[in-house]
């Protein structure tokens, strides 16, 4: 099984960017996305149905905000938009797609970096979320989630890492409760499994020359069920075309879709 998940900033600016060309090159089986920031009667037939895939997406109410979308080249057995919490899915931040006995999500967690009450909205559904992930981990179901969780873990996965202990994405109480989603839960975060190698990074400001300069954060992961763990392959992170502010994370898993 080969998965992509990809922060694209605008699933619009990131096709214009030549995204599904190179998608569509990759053969992927399952590719997760998020910030789609655009609602399903604005894309293109291109964008909605690209050759030899199924789409879903789970658009936010508010235009050019937020959203997430799953390709698939197997058609779902059933497709869940939402988490049935209407704050949050009115953000369109949960789609998951059952395979069989597999789940695959793309999943966009909220960002803090807009000031306070964002930053609370972001503890609040982190709490929420917490429970939701004991529950799928308690489950008889394998479950790969892909996106972008706006926290960094540990020091090796951002560049500047002393200097932004009080910055979200970064803060104690953030990367606390990471270390409950797999210590206490018992979730595998599926790159750290095969690349515990430093400077291996998923996004990057676009100030100050950061991405020429790899001054990165590691935010988007796949995060598996310990069933899982022996099945993860590869993991690759793809720099050589710039589609969004986020890079692609590639993971290769042994079983089929």
């Given amino acids: 099984m080969k998965i992509i998940t990809a922060n694209l900033n605008g699933i619009r600016s990131a096709a214009s960017k030549g995204f599904f060309e190179w998608m569509l090159k990759q053969d992927a089986d399952v590719v997760c996305l998020q910030e789609t920031k655009a609602q399903i009667h604005q894309l293109s037939s ?69 000031g306070p009450e964002r930053q609370s909205v972001k503890f609040d559904v982190l709490t929420r979320f917490l429970a939701v992930l004991q529950q799928l981990r308690d489950s008889d179901r394998d479950y790969i989630i892909c996106g972008d969780w706006n926290i960094a873990h540990k020091p090796i996965d951002l560049k500047n890492w002393r200097s932004n202990q009080k910055n979200s994405g970064f803060l104690p109480e953030e990367r606390a409760w990471l270390d409950q989603v797999f210590e206490q839960v018992g979730w595998i975060d599926a790159f750290r499994a095969v690349n515990d190698t430093a400077e291996q990074y998923t996004w990057w400001s676009n100030r100050g020359r950061a991405r020429e300069k790899n001054v990165g954060w590691r935010i988007d992961y796949h995060m598996v069920n310990p069933r899982l763990k022996e099945k993860i392959i590869s993991a690759a992170i793809y720099k050589e075309q710039w589609f969004s502010d986020h890079a692609p994370l590639i993971m290769e898993y042994h079983g089929e879709i």
């Fill in 46 to 114: 291109e964008l909605l149905r690209p050759p030899g895939y199924y789409s879903y997406f789970h658009d936010a109410q508010k235009k050019g905000y937020s959203g997430v979308a799953i390709y698939c080249r197997r058609e779902p057995d059933r497709v869940q938009s939402g988490l049935g919490w209407p704050d949050v899915d009115a953000e369109g931040r949960y789609l998951q797609a059952d395979f069989g006995n597999l789940s695959v999500v793309s999943l966009y967690l909220p960002s803090g970096s807009s």
